[in-house]
């Protein structure tokens, strides 16, 4: 869930970064890259020869199947699945019909209550994800019959999955949805758990992304119980806060008033002993959208004292950020007023502890860092030149220096582009330590905001050999829909610095369009300076585009190449037939 997601960006106060992995409906989650030792053998296995050499098989998998409460049939499904990953991944546009046959499957009704019915769930589901990713909006009232099947009788991860599909495929049906789901809602279930764990709260998300301001009446009446401004004892229980606070927060997104007045006022006062401060962070990230909430986010950038409060310090660094990026060219009055007043007022709390003092208790970099993209943006030349030492750093791995180059991206930074595509380059050898919070998938975002700047930009595509999986499979989704010219030259050079995981992987992707780089493969593999894992990978590479290794090479291989020859030897056998079935068409 979330490979290939987009669209619920838009949403504040109340999304989740979504798993960065490919997607695997019913919350399985596993790589579509294999390690080649386990997956080359004589079959033809689309992890060891790609989608393009197992389009056949990749096609027969997606052919219906006819399921059984008493039989075994999880093989089958499992390939079929892991052919509607590939398909979304590579923007297979030929895999949509079998594909809307699968969304549609029937449901006998033998079948319910047993694990078949599951298998066919999450077959839909699978089936949902990769029309959405493959754009097929056709397949919308399909998918919402889906959403309507799983909350009743379905795993809470498909129904969320599913509903991340409509989000993508058309984000006012899915609006249109949640409404309806969050009517069926009991008043007195705010926890809103899903069977299976999923909470019901991401009904949320296409609504505010819609900004569908028809879901106010629910969103009202799910929030009724309680004047989050008022003081006193609240009337929500502690275990219901989380999910008032995410509905409060809906509201916000929408403008409701007269709750975003009084909200308002709050922030700019003392908000002390009221459900503001029990929500103080979910409502927060709704603000940043109007140049009205300057004085606002700076009053919760920080403080000078033991009374910092980090959590909402990241949020309101967010949020400026966010604000600054939206007024990003524009030269109207208002637009000047508010980036002075940034700028003026970052500059007033630049001293402070969290910011500026390395031996404070309150200090972390990424408060350095998100500090100085916020008054770079505002117009400090200074400031600038800070973020560029950020995310220039060549031996970081934590995440900062790729958080960095990721601000500069999003607000447009003079150089930013530069710094991204130097960033990721130097990327490919080492994975970040740091995972979590503020670096969580800091590189996929990095890759992704790259890609949508530079479209085709070749530099980008060093991702494809990255040494983080998650990284290179966004890269091969990327590179799948775009593949720049001289892609070829970039990733193969990259790849000289590579792990040999990355090397193997990028050297797959690259096989998947075009000539497959075929020239610069064969170039490498009669390379006896190059790494001896990158020529094995390509001699691979070059098997899988029918062009078996030579028999003396076969017959007396290197030992440090000898399990590459050797697979590639497999290859070669493995899709002989195939290409003398095509040479007889």
Not at 31 to 44: A, H, K, P
Not at 237 to 254: I, M
Not at 316 to 335: C, E, N, P, V
Not at 488 to 499: F, H, K, N
Request: charged fraction near 25%; glycine fraction near 6%.
């Amino acid at each position: 869930m979330g490979a290939l997601a987009a669209g619920v960006a838009a949403c504040v106060g109340v999304c989740a970064a979504g798993d960065a992995q490919a997607h695997w409906s019913a919350s399985y989650r596993r790589s579509l890259l294999v390690e080649r030792y386990l997956t080359c053998d004589d079959d033809i296995d689309v992890a060891c020869v790609g989608p393009v050499a197992a389009a056949g098989s990749l096609r027969a998998a997606l052919a219906p199947i006819v399921l059984a409460p008493d039989r075994n049939d999880a093989a089958a499904v499992e390939a079929a699945r892991e052919a509607a990953v590939w398909a979304a991944y590579t923007d297979d546009r030929s895999a949509v019909p079998s594909l809307r046959a699968m969304l549609t499957m029937p449901l006998p009704a033998a079948l319910r209550d047993t694990h078949a019915e599951f298998e066919v769930h999450s077959l839909q589901a699978e089936a949902a994800y990769a029309l959405a990713a493959l754009g097929d909006r056709s397949s919308t009232d399909a998918v919402v019959t889906l959403l309507r099947e799983l909350e009743v009788h379905g795993h809470g991860s498909l129904w969320a999955d599913t509903l991340e599909a409509l989000t993508r495929l058309d984000v006012q049906a899915a609006s249109r949805y949640a409404i309806g789901f969050l009517a069926r809602l009991e008043l007195a279930d705010m926890r809103m758990s899903m069977p299976g764990g999923s909470s019901q709260l991401v009904a949320l998300v296409p609504i505010v992304a819609a900004h569908d301001r028809a879901a106010l009446g629910e969103l009202r009446r799910l929030s009724a119980g309680e004047d989050a401004t008022a003081h006193g004892e609240p009337r929500v229980p502690l275990t219901d806060a989380h999910a008032f606070c995410q509905v409060l927060a809906a509201r916000l997104s929408l403008g409701d008033e007269p709750l975003r007045t009084r909200v308002r006022k709050a922030f700019s006062g003392s908000y002390s002993g009221t459900m503001v401060a029990t929500c103080d962070a979910a409502l927060l990230r709704t603000f940043g959208d109007d140049v009205a909430d300057v004085d606002i986010l700076l009053r919760h950038v920080g403080r000078d004292d033991l009374g910092f409060d980090a959590p909402m310090s990241l949020v309101a660094y967010d949020r400026i950020i966010a604000l600054l990026a939206r007024l990003h060219g524009r030269s109207d009055a208002a637009s000047r007023r508010a980036r002075a007043q940034l700028r003026e007022g970052l500059r007033a709390r630049s001293g402070y502890p969290h910011v500026a003092q390395r031996e404070h208790r309150n200090y972390a970099p990424q408060f350095e860092l998100l500090h100085h993209a916020a008054l770079a943006a505002a117009g400090d030349v200074d400031a600038l030149a800070r973020v560029t030492a950020f995310a220039d750093a060549a031996d970081d791995r934590s995440g900062l220096a790729d958080l960095a180059a990721l601000r500069a991206l999003q607000l447009q930074l003079p150089g930013a582009v530069e710094l991204a595509a130097a960033r990721l380059a130097r990327d490919v050898a080492f994975a970040n330590d740091e995972r979590s919070g503020i670096f969580a998938g800091a590189r996929v975002r990095l890759l992704e905001a790259l890609v949508a700047q530079r479209p085709d930009d070749p530099r980008w595509a060093v991702a494809l050999v990255d040494a983080d999986i998650e990284v290179r499979e966004h890269a091969l989704a990327a590179y799948s829909r775009h593949a720049p010219a001289r892609s070829c030259e970039v990733v193969l050079a990259a790849a000289r610095d590579a792990t040999a995981r990355g090397i193997d992987d990028g050297l797959l992707a690259l096989t998947t369009r075009g000539d497959g780089c075929r020239p610069q493969l064969a170039w490498i593999a009669a390379d006896t300076d190059a790494r001896d894992e990158l020529r094995g990978m390509a001699i691979e590479a070059l098997a899988i585009l029918g062009v078996a290794p030579a028999r003396a090479l076969q017959r007396h291989p290197p030992e440090r190449l000898r399990s590459h020859v050797q697979r590639a030897a497999v290859i070669s056998r493995s899709l002989e037939p195939l290409a003398r079935r095509r040479t007889r068409r």
